[in-house]
């Protein structure tokens, strides 16, 4: 077997243990710490989809983690102030349901993908990286100024949305449901990384003229490879959202973008299980780190620094070693 | 004589002044080795991009296996039946060999948009790779690591993908770059036995092989070709061995 | 509307423009030669704008206090190059990404740690107060004047050096061919460290001559950093001619976008739906701007093919 | 998760008469790093003055670093409540976070003291009996300027504010009390520095005076540049960009500068007097608005800790709401939705010696209730 199959095992394992320990110690807080680890290890498995096997440094996924945030905002916003969201040419009601809004975040990021991506996708290198920041940046700005869900205060979900059977605001029922959700989500993604599509998007991230020379143009697989990790983040989002169930601009920030990036390179680049470490190390420091000093900032810093430094393939990269080619 | 699988009409291409391509007419017919020679500089590379795709000439036409593939993307190209390999070896080299090889495979068949199925283990797939790597001989070295062969082994595993693609013509830009002596003949002699499953335009520098192998030879030097012919014919005409071979004696 | 109005505005988003173009030309020089992402480029206009409060408070002097923040960027810009950005040199664009987006937190959490956090005073000096009268009844700030007058002779001063010094040619050199540049039997690590805190000496520079009409303060650079981002994009990486068209560009769109744009949704909207919807728009303005400009130009304006 | 979390019990043993058999918790959510932190810094140490010279041994608090970001915030609160079982929250200072942590707090029946934030919503349609503002309603200080701008005889007013929901309730509050007409509006872009096509506009129009809305480092910009534009029109704002921990870095610029406060630190009560003197002894600086506000807050929550039992909420909800403690603004009342009823003074900018700060020099609204308390039922 494996060192990065055990790895994975492990990391399951943890997320699987602490919750339960938490429960078990009445440490409720710790539960919605690692519920928050687990939500940002989904967002981080969106873009490493993008990142890691289409080698699509994007700068701006906060757009979509925004987006699946604002899904769930607005229709659990219109469900709780019991108006509809549009009336014309149809009637659609808000709704508290969390299988409708998960869809509803997955379809919409996904929608917004296909746009952006089309257009984004045009360019490469640098230019792919600061356009995906610029339309991210237009998202942000918009928010801030539309008055109508709350700008730059957002909004704010009283209860947690509903799930049939679970009482969601209880954490450790919540954060069963994000378990899950990130198993399924890297169940998918790493069959996709080892399907056809995947060795393809593979390629087309090492060698563009091979993957023409066989036939295939790169662009449609770039173009589905971003999708796809949009509407991963954007599930995410939803998910953040019903966390703290609060939406707000800030979803959007470049500071969100930069650190879903976070996530995915203190994991390790292109690993399927990679963000789901990094997000579970930055969670840790920051919650370890920020009791240490009031600027703890630096030492963030310079951790990451360090990372980026001395332990190229993050985590995974250290502990599994260098990734071995799938047979 | 039967119709040319490609056929290179009157094609131009500029750069500002420089001509890189003047108004170049080539063909080649089925079961021939073509081979293109001419000094550096001359405008191979230009031309080879404008067969294979990725860059569109100022005029002219290029027909492949009877349309008009002008227009056509490279990936597009490569779908019609035309089989590349590149001069600076075009591999994914992080994958195993047997990665390359199936990714050609999976590339002809078109199925790419499959999101569950582990391409790994499709059974189709897998002889058709193991199939082409036994036939270039890489077979031993099928779960190497690419960026692990040898320059030579790289050269037969982009012809081994090529050969996955099941091409109604090649297109080999230097395959024997950076050989051996002892890679230089066993390549050609499997080019030499290729020639009768499918065509190949062979852009080569190795006047040996060139003249061993080829069917017929064109001459570029500054971007046009100034001679077509068998092999006799180029080795015994004036223009080319002043424009040509006498520079490369001096070299 | 008058056009006295839309004149001085015209001249605002060209002060802005040579400003931006301070910041830019230094971030599109090190992306040029080195191939280097710096998102550490604000901090040093931060580091620029710090150092210079930091001397005028001690001196009282704004000359003095424009040095310093030369000297001040330009140290720490050598220090983090060759401590840290040496080593990004030959990573790809993620790494470098995220490297110096690790020192922005350092940068700024250690500049509050030094300086408090409080916004720290630094003012234009009398000489350079008030307004002056241009052509045409125009009155028009002095200092904003100046920034304009500097920032063309700086433009200019770069165009010269990289066009007629050794240095210059060692610049264009390394955009063309890196590996060239060894060949030409140049110390290319210094000239990496000196083309670095060149473009680090700009970039403080810009934050001292502005921070004496903003705020000086923990952060301020990011904002501009992004703009910055924003112009070398639309000019074209690597151009400094790009960088110039690209930051005046970008000037004069956010400023007369700010200006116009509610003014021209009040002809069809009601004056205060108007006013919102222009504003948000013009908040977007220079994003749209640049995602058109890369939709037509893939590589920019100016952009060569990196 | 060790240090920060500044746990303060007093040193004294001799509580007062009142001392409860057991003590009350409070976790207090701020902004301590990042941009913005000035603001929180001030409220944390105002609070913890007020504590200390108190010297209870029943008064726990905890203190957390929200770092300006809601979900950091809601997070903090969901630990304050869940791990840390909290009494009370308090703390915020931005708008934004404050909807993203109070109406769940105070759902899930904790006590939240406002020691800087008022939106609109939570004074009106969404007030809770478990919600107190001890500073004011975000409209207050922007109605008072209004109301000044009038007296003061200005007829046509140019009004600016960020584009973002406090922006637009600053313009909506000013344009409420003042009478005269509006020589432009603008909504400029949040977090903007250059302001000089505002100026521009400003001095093309036919205004006869200036109102704006810029907190933190957007005034200190504006102020900066309006002061070098050559435009001399009279300028009123409400006191975020006027308040002692920027001020000096705004310098000259804000000289003379008409600014709305409920609170300064030449207010003479006694109160007042001994919290300043307290203050710059224990700190070394002067004490900002925010600073009063955190201080009002603390000493607030200690009175109602010594009338009632935090268990019994019904009696610590009248307690707070009675409001029995020396505010170092003078008289503090609440209105009928938890919200100030209080004097709003207009001040000028001065100098004292190298110090820029602030002195009294008008009543603008004497004892002013927010818009929204009708909407408020509870």
Not at chain 2, 52 to 77: C, I, Y
Not at chain 4, 364 to 377: E, M, S, T, W
């Amino acid at each position: 077997m494996k060192r990065e199959t055990y790895l994975n095992a492990a990391l399951l394992l943890i997320l699987l243990v602490i919750p339960l320990w938490a429960q078990s110690a009445d440490e409720p807080f710790i539960i919605t710490l690692t519920t928050r680890a687990v939500i940002f290890a989904i967002a981080g498995v969106g873009l490493n989809f993008a990142l890691g096997f289409g080698g699509l440094v994007s700068f701006g996924h906060a757009a979509f983690f925004g987006i699946g945030g604002y899904a769930m905002g607005i229709l659990a916003y219109h469900a709780q102030t019991y108006t509809p969201l549009m009336e014309f040419p149809f009637v659609i009601e808000g709704t508290k349901s969390m299988p409708v809004i998960w869809l509803t975040a997955i379809i919409t990021s996904a929608l917004v993908a296909v746009g952006l991506g089309a257009l984004s996708l045009r360019t490469s290198g640098v230019y792919f990286i600061m356009i995906t920041l610029a339309f991210a940046q237009m998202f942000f700005f918009f928010t801030i100024s539309w008055p109508t869900y709350g700008g730059e205060d957002g909004l704010s979900i009283y209860i947690r949305n509903d799930f049939p059977g679970l009482n969601t605001m209880d954490p450790i029922q919540f954060y069963a449901i994000c378990y899950v959700i990130l198993l399924l989500v890297l169940f998918f993604v790493y069959r996709a990384a080892h399907s056809p599509f995947g060795l393809a998007l593979s390629a087309a991230r090492q060698n563009e003229d091979r993957i023409q020379a066989v036939g295939q143009g790169p662009y449609r697989l770039y173009l589905t490879a971003y999708v796809i990790s949009g509407a991963i983040t954007g599930l995410a989002g939803a998910l953040f959202a019903d966390l703290n169930r609060f939406v707000s601009p800030t979803m959007f920030s470049w500071q969100t973008s930069g650190e879903i990036m976070i996530f995915v390179i203190l994991g390790g680049v292109g690993r399927v299980f990679g963000p789901v470490a990094g997000a579970a190390l930055f969670i840790l420091l920051e919650h370890q780190l920020g009791g240490l000093s009031e600027f703890w900032h630096i030492y963030l810093g310079a951790i990451l620094l360090g990372v980026v430094l001395f332990a190229r393939g993050g985590l995974f990269g250290l502990f599994a070693g260098r990734e071995v080619a799938h047979d | 004589m039967t119709d040319p699988i490609l056929d290179i009409r009157g094609i131009s291409k500029s750069f500002g002044a420089l001509k890189a391509s003047n108004n170049i007419t080539l063909d080649l017919h089925p079961g021939e080795i073509h081979a293109l020679i001419g000094p550096n500089g001359a405008g191979k590379s230009t031309l080879i991009k404008q067969v294979a795709g990725g860059l569109t000439p100022d005029s002219g036409t290029v027909h492949f296996a009877g349309q008009d593939v002008t227009p056509l993307s490279t990936a597009a190209r490569a779908q019609l039946g035309m089989g590349r390999t590149f001069q600076i070896s075009s591999l994914a080299m992080e994958f195993t060999v047997l990665q390359n090889v199936v990714l050609g495979a999976l590339g002809r068949r078109g199925d790419v948009f499959r999101f569950f199925r582990p391409v790994m283990k499709d059974k189709q797939l897998l002889e058709q790779a193991h199939t082409a790597l036994e036939q270039v001989g890489l077979e031993d070295f099928h779960s190497f690591r690419t960026s692990e062969l040898s320059h030579g082994q790289r050269r037969q595993l982009e012809v081994a993908v090529a050969l996955t693609l099941e091409p109604k013509a090649f297109l080999m830009d230097e395959p024997m770059a950076g050989l051996g002596a002892e890679g230089t003949q066993r390549l050609m002699g499997f080019l030499d036995g290729l020639r009768q499953r499918a065509p190949i335009l062979l852009v080569e520098h190795d006047m040996d092989a060139v003249f061993a192998l080829a069917d017929r030879i064109s001459v570029l030097v500054y971007g046009e070709i100034i001679a077509t012919g068998c092999v006799d014919d180029i080795r015994g005409n004036p223009v080319v061995r002043t424009a040509y071979l006498g520079e490369e004696d001096a070299a | 509307m008058s056009t006295l109005l839309l004149i001085e505005q015209t001249l605002n988003g060209l002060q802005f423009g040579v400003m931006l173009f301070l910041m830019a030309a230094g971030l599109t020089l090190i992306f040029g030669v080195m191939g280097l992402i710096n998102l550490a480029h604000g901090s040093l206009y931060m580091v620029g704008a710090f150092a210079a409060a930091a001397v005028a408070a001690a001196t009282g002097s704004f000359i003095l206090a424009l040095i310093g923040s030369l000297i001040a960027a330009a140290l720490a810009g050598v220090i983090v190059e060759m401590t840290v950005i040496r080593r990004l040199y030959d990573r790809d664009h993620l790494d470098q990404v995220l490297a110096t987006f690790a020192l922005i937190l350092i940068f700024s959490e250690g500049t509050r740690w030094v300086f408090g956090s409080f916004p720290l005073f630094l003012d234009k000096p009398a000489w350079l107060s008030g307004t002056v009268m241009l052509p045409f009844g125009i009155e028009y700030s002095l200092y904003r004047l100046t920034i304009i007058g500097i920032g063309l002779v700086v433009a200019a001063g770069l165009f010269w050096m990289i066009a007629r010094t050794r240095i210059g040619i060692q610049i264009r050199a390394g955009e063309n061919d890196r590996e060239m540049i060894g060949a030409l039997g140049v110390n290319i690590s210094r000239l990496y460290t000196l083309v670095f805190a060149l473009g680090a000496a700009l970039a403080g520079f810009a934050g001292a001559l502005i921070g004496a009409i903003q705020s000086v303060q923990v952060g301020m650079g990011e904002p501009v950093l992004i703009l910055a981002f924003v112009v070398i994009v639309i000019g074209g990486i690597g151009s400094i001619k790009g960088a110039l068209v690209g930051a005046i560009l970008v000037g004069l769109t956010d400023t007369l976008g700010r200006l116009l744009l509610p003014q021209v949704f009040g002809l069809f909207m009601e004056p205060s739906a108007a006013t919102s919807v222009g504003s948000s728009l013009s908040s977007m303005s220079i994003y749209i701007l640049m995602a058109g400009v890369l939709l037509f130009k893939p590589s920019g304006l100016f952009g060569g093919g990196h | 998760m060790k240090l920060k979390q500044l746990i303060l019990a007093a040193s004294m043993g001799l509580a007062a008469a009142a001392a409860q058999a057991e003590g009350v918790k409070v976790g207090m959510i701020t902004t301590l790093s990042g941009g913005g932190a000035g603001l929180g810094i001030d409220v944390r140490d105002g609070f913890m003055l007020a504590v200390k010279q108190a010297g209870r041994s029943d008064l726990e608090v905890v203190i957390e670093d929200d770092q300006r970001k809601p979900d950091i915030a809601v997070q903090l609160a969901d630990k304050m409540i869940q791990s840390e079982k909290v009494d009370v929250l308090t703390g915020i200072i931005w708008s934004n976070l404050a909807m993203a942590v109070v109406p769940a707090a105070t759902a899930q029946g904790k006590f939240y003291l406002s020691p800087n934030a008022g939106p609109s919503p939570l004074a009106g349609k969404g007030c809770h009996p478990n919600y107190f503002n001890v500073a004011w309603q975000n409209d207050n200080l922007h109605e008072a300027a209004g109301g000044y701008a009038s007296d003061a005889g200005h007829k046509k007013a140019f009004i600016l504010a960020p584009n973002y929901p406090a922006g637009k309730d600053a313009l909506t509050g000013f344009k409420r009390f003042f009478k005269g007409e509006l020589a432009g509006e603008v909504y400029t872009k949040l977090g903007q520095t250059d302001y000089a096509a505002e100026i521009a506009q400003i001095r093309a129009s036919d205004a006869d005076s200036v109102f704006f809305f810029l907190p933190g480092g957007m005034g200190i910009s504006f102020l900066k540049q309006y002061a070098d534009s050559g435009v001399d029109l009279p300028v009123v704002g409400p006191a975020f960009s006027f308040d002692q921990g920027i001020l000096q870095a705004v310098g000259a610029a804000a000289l003379g500068v008409k600014n709305t406060s409920q609170w300064s630190k030449d207010l003479g009560n006694a109160a007042n007097e001994a919290f300043v003197a307290s203050f710059q002894s224990e700190y070394g600086r002067l004490p900002s608005l925010y600073a009063s506000q955190g201080f009002d807050t603390a000493n607030l929550l200690m009175s109602a800790m010594d009338a009632a039992d935090v268990n019994d909420q019904d009696a610590f909800r009248a307690a707070l709401e009675a409001a029995k403690f020396d505010s170092v603004r003078g008289d503090f009342k609440f209105g009928p939705n938890h919200h100030p009823i209080q004097t709003i003074y207009v001040r000028e900018v001065i100098q004292e010696g190298d110090v820029f700060t602030n002195k009294i020099v008008a009543v603008g609204l004497k004892d002013h209730a927010d818009a929204y308390a009708a909407d408020c039922k509870m």
